[in-house]
C-alpha cells in the first residue's frame, strides 16, 4: 500500500511530465480596442451579404469591410444591444430605440428611427438583445415585448413572462419565455408552441429544427431534444460542457457542426452528434472567455466578446497545435512516428500522448536540431549528440554535439553522415538499434547544410560564413580534402544554404541563387531560381526532387513543383504571422497530405488534399466618391461610372471587398499597353493632378498568394482647365485685344515722348544759345562796366590823391603862415587878434568836414574800407583809421604829417601803435597790411 508521501511524490512527477491539455485549433484572429477604436464590449455581430462586418457595440455600430473598422453613432448615442444585417439594411436594437442603417447616394450610412410606428411607444428602460429576420419582416425582442416589424408597421405584444430568446424554426417565429415555454408568432398573436413542464424556468437560448424534433439549448441546463411533445436531456461531452460554463449563444452550420459561446469558457465547435472538435478560450488566445453573440458567414465565424471581436477561419485544411503550457518553447522539427507526434524544440523532446497531452521524454533537455526515421528507428540530433528514441524514451548513441542534419551516402543503405558543431561525423547502421560512430577528421568547423553530389563528393556550408567541397575516401573512414569555394564566384560567403535539386547543386546567398557548373569548377548565377524563386526565397523543406517548400520575401510558405514552376499551394503569413522560427523554418512530412510547419509556440498542420486552391476574391466596390472632401451622389454615376470633375480637384474613393479573403486593393492608370499597378496602403485612392481629358482607371483586389480579381474601370472625365475653357479664350482675347491697344497707345505715346524730346531739345539747344549769347552780352556789358568801374575808381583815387595833396599843401601853408605868425608874434599889438588868428589857422588844419568828404570819396573807391577795418578791429580809434587810410593811399609819413598836424615822429610813433593794435608781428609791413586789406 503507497503512503501518502509516496501518492503525493507521483503526483508531482505526473504535473511535471504532463505540461497540460494541447489541442489542434484552427486559425483565428482577435480584434482589440486598438484596432477598432469604441468600447470593449460587442454585444452583437452580424454579417451583410457583401461580407461586410457590423458589430453592436458599446458606443454604436462599427463597420469592418476586411480591411479597415468604421464608426457608426446612434442620435442619441446610447448603447447598441443588437444588430442584423439584412438585404441592404443594418437593423440595430438599443436602449428604448429601434431602427436601422442605410447607404445614402453619397454611399454614406444613415439612420432611420421605427420608434414612430409604434403606436403605444416603446417601455420606459426597455433595451432590445436580439433581431431576427421573420419572413418579409423583421423581429424585435426586449426581456418583456416582441415588436414585429412588417409592411412599414410594427406589432407589438407583451407576453405574460419574461422573453428569454427568439428563434426562426420552419420559417416560424417561436418565442421562449422563462415561465411559460415556447410561444410561436402567428397572425399578430403568440399561440403556445411547446409547454412541456420539463421546459419552463430553464432559460432556452435557441431552438433548431431536427429530423425528428427539435434541438433545445439552455443557459445551465445543457440540450434537449423535442421529439412528439416529450422533452429528453441530452447526454453528450457538450451538454456537460456548456451546463459548467453557462451557454450564451448557439448557432448550426450548414454542414451540421454546432458552435456554443458561453459566458465563462470561450467557444466550442462540436460535429452535429456533439462531439468538440475544438475549444478557444482566453488560454488558447482568445482575448476574452465570455462570448456575447456569434454570426456563421461562409465559413468564417465571428464572436463578439464581452471585451474584443474574433474571427475564426472554419474551413478545416490547417489546424494550429499551440502550446498552452509556454513550456515547449520554440518548435525545430515535428515527425509522426509510430502513431504520435514528436516534437523537438529549444528546450527538448516531446511528444502527444493518446489523450493530447504534451509529455516531456526525460533527460532531453536542451536544443533540438533534427527528427528523422532511419531503417524504422526514430534518431533525434541534439545540441549534447544524437539519441536513438526507443518507447518515449532516449539513448545516447553520438557524444558529438550540435546534430544538425544527416543525410544517407548514396548508393548505401545503412551510412550516414551527419553535419554536427564540430566537423562531419559517420554514422553506421548495420543492424537494428546498433550504431557505429566515427569523427571523419580533417576539419573541426560548424557544418550546419550537407547535400551529396555523388557517392563521394559532398558539399557543406558552414553555420554562419563559409562553402565547402568534401572529397571522401572510399570507406568513408577519412575525409581526403575540403576545398573552399569562398572566392570561385561565389557571390557572398554568409548564411550559405546548400540544396541538390535534380542533378544541380544549388546554392543559396544573401545576394540569390547560383549553383555549381562541374565544367568550369566554379558558381555561377542560378537563373531559374533567381526568376522563379526570387533572389529573397529560400527552400525550406525538399520532399523530393519535384516538390519543394519555400519562404518568399512576403513571408508566405509555397509549395511548388520544381519541373513545371507552379504553386500547388500557398500559405499567406496572416496563419502564422510573427510566430516563424526565423532561420529555421521547416516543413515536415507527416504523410502522404498532411505537413507540419514549426512555429515559436507550436506547430501547423496543413492538409494539401483539402486545401482550398481557389481563394475568394471579388472585384471592389467603390463605397463612396467625394471631390475636394464633398461627397458625391452615387446615383449621378453613367452605367461605365463615369463622372465630369472640375480641372485641379482632389478625387477621394473608398473602396471594400468584403467577401473577398486576405486581401489588398490596387490601382493602376492607362499610360501603355501594359498596366503598372499600385499598392493601395488603405481603402481610400486620393487622385491629384489629373490631366484634364478621359482618365481611366483600373481597380482590382489581390492576394499574397498572387492571385488577383477582375478589373473594374472608373473613367474620370477631368474638365479642360478654365484657361482652356470658352471663358479663358475670350479672356485671351479680351487680354490679346487690350495688349494691342496698350501697345497701340505706349508705341503712339513713344513717338509724341520722342517728338516732343526733340522739339525740347531743340528749345533747349536755342535757349542755351540765347543764354550763352546773354551771358556773353552780360559779360562784355560786365566788362565795360567793370572798366568804366576801373576807370571812374583811377579817376576817383586820382582826385582823392589831388584833394589830399591839396589838403596837404593846404596844410603846409597854414603851419607856414603859422610858424610866420609865431616868429612875430611880438609884433601884434593885440594879443587877443594874435591869439584869434592862430586858433583859425588851426580849426582849418584839423577842420572836419574836409575828412568826412575826403571819408566819402575814400569808401567809394576802397569799398567800405573803414567799415570792414572797424568791424575786424573795433579798438582802432578816428585818428587810426586816418592814418590807415593815408596809408592805403601809400601817402609816406612825411606827407602824413601835416595832415594829421603832427611831427614826422609823431606819425611814425602813431604807426608803431598801430601796428601793434592790428595784432602784426615785427616780420609783418603795416603798410603792405593795409595796401592789402579788402
Known amino acids: 500500500m503507497l503512503r501518502l508521501k509516496d501518492i503525493f511524490i507521483i503526483l508531482i512527477i505526473a504535473s511535471i511530465s504532463s505540461f497540460g491539455l494541447a489541442q489542434n485549433t484552427p486559425f483565428f484572429k482577435n480584434f482589440n480596442l486598438s484596432k477598432y477604436n469604441a468600447t470593449n464590449q460587442n454585444w452583437d455581430v452580424s454579417v451583410a451579404d457583401n461580407g461586410k462586418v457590423y458589430v453592436a457595440n458599446g458606443k454604436g455600430l462599427m463597420e469592418y469591410d476586411g480591411l479597415n473598422w468604421k464608426f457608426h453613432e446612434l442620435p442619441n448615442k446610447t448603447t447598441m444591444r443588437s444588430v442584423l444585417a439584412y438585404n441592404d439594411r443594418i437593423y440595430t436594437g438599443s436602449f428604448e430605440e429601434i431602427g436601422y442603417w442605410q447607404k445614402d447616394a453619397k454611399g454614406q450610412l444613415y439612420y432611420t428611427s421605427l420608434n414612430g410606428l409604434i403606436n403605444e411607444g416603446i417601455s420606459t428602460d426597455e433595451e432590445f438583445w436580439q433581431i431576427v429576420p421573420y419572413k418579409t419582416g423583421i423581429a424585435f425582442r426586449s426581456f418583456s415585448t416582441l415588436y414585429v416589424y412588417e409592411n412599414d408597421k410594427i406589432v407589438k405584444i407583451k407576453p405574460e413572462s419574461t422573453i428569454i430568446s427568439i428563434s426562426i424554426v420552419r420559417d416560424e417565429l417561436l418565442v421562449s419565455t422563462l415561465k411559460n415555454g415556447v410561444y410561436h408568432y402567428e397572425h399578430a398573436e403568440l399561440q403556445p408552441f411547446i409547454n412541456a ?16 424534433g427539435y434541438l433545445i439549448a439552455t443557459a445551465l441546463n445543457g440540450l434537449y431534444n423535442y421529439i412528439n411533445g416529450e422533452l429528453l436531456p441530452i447526454d453528450s461531452e457538450i451538454s456537460v460542457l456548456i451546463k459548467q460554463h453557462q451557454l450564451n449563444v448557439f448557432t448550426q452550420l450548414n454542414n451540421g457542426n454546432m458552435a456554443f459561446g458561453t459566458i465563462k469558457n470561450g467557444i466550442y465547435y462540436t460535429n452535429s452528434r456533439g462531439d468538440v472538435l475544438f475549444h478557444l478560450s482566453k488560454e488558447e488566445g482568445l482575448f476574452n472567455n465570455t462570448v456575447l453573440n456569434q454570426f456563421v458567414f461562409k465559413e468564417n465565424l465571428w464572436l463578439s466578446l464581452d471585451n474584443g471581436v474574433a474571427l475564426i477561419d472554419l474551413n478545416g485544411d490547417y489546424t494550429f497545435f ?8 520554440a518548435v525545430y522539427d515535428v515527425i509522426y512516428f509510430d502513431g504520435t507526434y514528436f516534437i523537438g524544440s529549444n528546450t527538448g523532446l516531446f511528444y502527444l500522448d493518446s489523450k493530447g497531452q504534451l509529455q516531456f521524454v526525460e533527460n532531453s533537455q536542451g536544443q533540438v536540431w533534427d527528427l528523422r526515421e532511419i531503417n524504422g528507428q526514430l534518431i533525434c540530433g541534439h545540441n549534447d549528440g544524437t539519441y536513438l528514441v526507443e518507447n518515449k524514451t532516449i539513448k545516447k548513441i553520438s557524444p558529438y554535439t ?15 553522415v551527419q553535419g554536427t558543431y564540430a566537423g562531419l561525423v559517420k554514422f553506421e547502421n548495420p543492424k537494428q538499434d546498433e550504431w557505429k560512430i566515427k569523427h571523419l577528421g ?30 571522401f575516401d572510399h570507406n568513408y573512414d577519412t575525409i581526403k580534402t575540403v576545398s573552399s569555394y569562398e572566392k570561385k564566384g561565389l557571390w557572398s560567403s554568409y548564411n550559405v544554404r546548400v540544396y541538390k535539386l535534380k542533378n544541380d547543386i544549388c546554392f543559396k546567398t544573401n545576394n540569390g541563387w547560383q549553383k555549381y557548373e562541374p565544367l568550369l569548377d566554379s558558381i555561377v548565377p542560378f537563373d531559374l531560381l533567381n526568376k522563379n524563386l526570387g533572389a529573397d526565397s529560400y527552400i525550406i523543406s525538399d520532399f523530393n526532387s519535384d516538390v519543394l517548400v519555400t519562404k518568399s520575401k512576403n513571408e508566405a510558405v509555397n509549395f511548388i513543383s520544381f519541373d513545371s514552376n507552379t504553386n500547388n499551394l500557398s500559405l499567406t503569413n496572416k496563419y502564422f504571422e510573427n510566430r516563424l522560427v526565423v532561420g529555421s523554418e521547416k516543413v515536415s512530412q507527416i504523410n502522404d497530405s498532411i505537413y507540419a510547419l514549426n512555429l515559436n509556440d507550436g506547430f501547423m ?29 452615387l446615383s449621378e454615376f453613367d452605367k461605365d461610372q463615369k463622372f465630369d470633375v472640375k480641372y485641379g480637384k482632389t478625387i477621394s474613393l473608398g473602396l471594400s471587398s468584403s467577401q473577398s479573403d486576405n486581401y489588398y486593393l490596387e490601382y493602376a492608370f492607362i499610360n501603355s499597353d501594359s498596366l503598372k499597378w499600385n499598392t493601395l496602403l488603405n481603402d481610400k485612392l486620393e487622385l491629384n493632378n489629373l490631366n484634364d481629358g478621359l482618365n481611366t482607371i483600373f481597380l482590382r483586389t489581390r492576394n499574397d498568394y498572387g492571385d488577383a480579381s477582375k478589373n473594374i474601370e472608373f473613367n474620370i472625365n477631368v474638365l479642360p482647365p478654365w484657361y482652356r475653357d470658352t471663358l479663358g479664350y475670350v479672356i485671351y482675347f479680351l487680354i490679346v485685344a487690350l495688349v494691342l491697344i496698350i501697345m497701340y497707345f505706349l508705341h503712339t505715346r513713344k513717338i509724341n515722348k520722342e ?16 543764354k550763352e549769347k546773354t551771358l556773353e552780352n552780360e559779360k562784355k556789358i560786365v566788362q565795360l562796366r567793370n572798366e568804366s568801374l576801373r576807370n571812374e575808381i583811377k579817376l576817383k583815387s586820382k582826385q582823392l590823391a589831388n584833394s589830399a595833396m591839396a589838403l596837404v599843401k593846404k596844410n603846409e601853408t597854414l603851419q607856414d603862415l603859422k610858424q610866420e605868425l609865431l616868429q612875430h608874434k611880438g609884433e601884434f599889438n593885440n594879443y587877443y587878434s594874435y591869439k584869434k588868428l592862430i586858433k583859425k589857422i588851426d580849426t582849418s588844419i584839423e577842420h572836419e568836414d574836409e575828412w568826412e568828404v575826403f571819408e566819402h570819396n575814400f569808401n567809394q573807391v576802397h569799398e567800405e574800407f573803414f567799415n570792414k577795418l572797424k568791424t575786424e578791429h573795433p579798438a582802432l580809434t578816428h585818428k587810426d583809421l586816418k592814418i590807415c587810410a593815408y596809408i592805403k593811399m601809400n601817402l609816406s609819413t612825411k606827407e602824413i604829417a601835416p595832415l594829421m598836424n603832427i611831427s614826422i615822429r609823431g606819425v611814425e610813433t602813431h604807426r608803431y601803435r598801430l601796428k601793434r593794435k592790428l595784432n602784426l608781428d615785427n616780420d609783418n609791413s603795416l603798410s603792405d597790411y593795409l595796401l592789402n586789406f579788402n
Open 402 to 416: 550540435g546534430g544538425w542534419t544527416l543525410k544517407r551516402v548514396p548508393e548505401t543503405s545503412d551510412v550516414y
Open 605 to 633: 498542420l496543413i492538409n494539401t488534399q483539402n486545401y482550398h486552391t481557389q481563394h475568394r476574391l471579388y472585384p471592389p466596390e467603390i463605397e463612396f466618391v467625394s471631390i475636394n472632401n464633398e461627397l458625391m451622389d
Open 755 to 770: 517728338q516732343k524730346l526733340l522739339q525740347d531739345k531743340f528749345e533747349n539747344e536755342q535757349r542755351e544759345l540765347l
Open 197 to 212: 413542464e420539463g421546459i419552463k424556468n430553464k432559460k432556452i437560448v435557441d431552438i433548431i429544427e431536427k429530423p425528428q
Open 322 to 329: 499551440n502550446d498552452v503550457s509556454g513550456k515547449l518553447g
Open 442 to 471: 580533417k576539419t573541426t568547423m560548424p557544418l550546419r547544410y550537407l547535400v551529396f553530389e555523388d557517392a563521394y563528393t559532398a558539399w557543406a556550408a558552414h553555420a554562419y560564413k563559409g562553402l565547402y567541397k568534401i572529397k
